[in-house]
């Protein structure tokens, strides 16, 4: 089980990990933070990370908001306690079920686009007047090369996969149970 001395300690570690699995660089990180107001640089962030400086409460929340992650959970000293892991699971299951929340959303919204478009493609069609080569160097009508943007192979698996864990009841539980209930949601429910 891993323990920090002190929080600064668990927050130099935990950040740096956590930079590092986001794909942060030091530098990425140092603009961030300047664009934020901060006086950053890619040696701030290092001295950080190796306990060598500590950060203010201001510089604590912006760096913990970069990399999605609650700042008591990047100063926990006891990060493998039972309790630090059950908030971790939590946590995770909430961004879970906000990403799939906004995946619905905008595979909804595509759908809808996508049918629009198709509207629009076929009234197109109505009145051929463009032309274009196809990869093979033949003549084919503009409406074949619009269609084919929206009927490309899969999409239909695409415009419906995220469906999937709604479907299955004790994943709609877990989901629950993260803070995102999908029955109150009128379009997934």
Do not use: C
């Not at 956590?18 to 006086?39: C, I, P, S």
């Not at 306690?81 to 908030?87: G, K, V, Y």
């Not at 197109?124 to 007047?129: D, L």
């Not at 994943?171 to 429910?189: H, I, M, Q």
Request: aromatic letters at 10%; a negative charge.
């Amino acid at each position: 089980m891993r323990v920090f001395q002190s929080e600064d300690d668990a927050f130099a570690v935990t950040f740096r990990r956590a930079r590092e699995r986001k794909g942060l660089t030091q530098e990425d990180v140092a603009r961030h933070m300047t664009m934020r107001g901060y006086d950053f640089h890619q040696q701030t962030v290092y001295k950080i990370e190796s306990g060598k400086r500590k950060v203010t409460v201001g510089e604590g929340v912006a760096l913990a908001e970069l990399v999605h992650i609650p700042v008591e959970s990047l100063a926990d000293r006891f990060p493998d306690s039972p309790e630090s892991l059950a908030n971790d699971v939590r946590r995770a299951g909430r961004d879970y079920a906000e990403d799939l929340f906004n995946t619905a959303a905008n595979m909804i919204g595509l759908r809808s686009f996508r049918a629009i478009y198709l509207d629009a493609v076929q009234k197109y069609a109505e009145h051929p007047t463009a032309w274009v080569e196809d990869p093979n160097g033949d003549r084919v009508p503009m409406t074949e090369v619009f269609l084919s943007l929206a009927m490309f192979p899969g999409i239909g698996d695409y415009l419906t996969a995220w469906k999937e864990p709604l479907a299955n009841p004790a994943a709609r539980a877990t989901l629950k149970a993260s803070g995102w209930d999908p029955d109150e949601e009128e379009e997934f429910g």
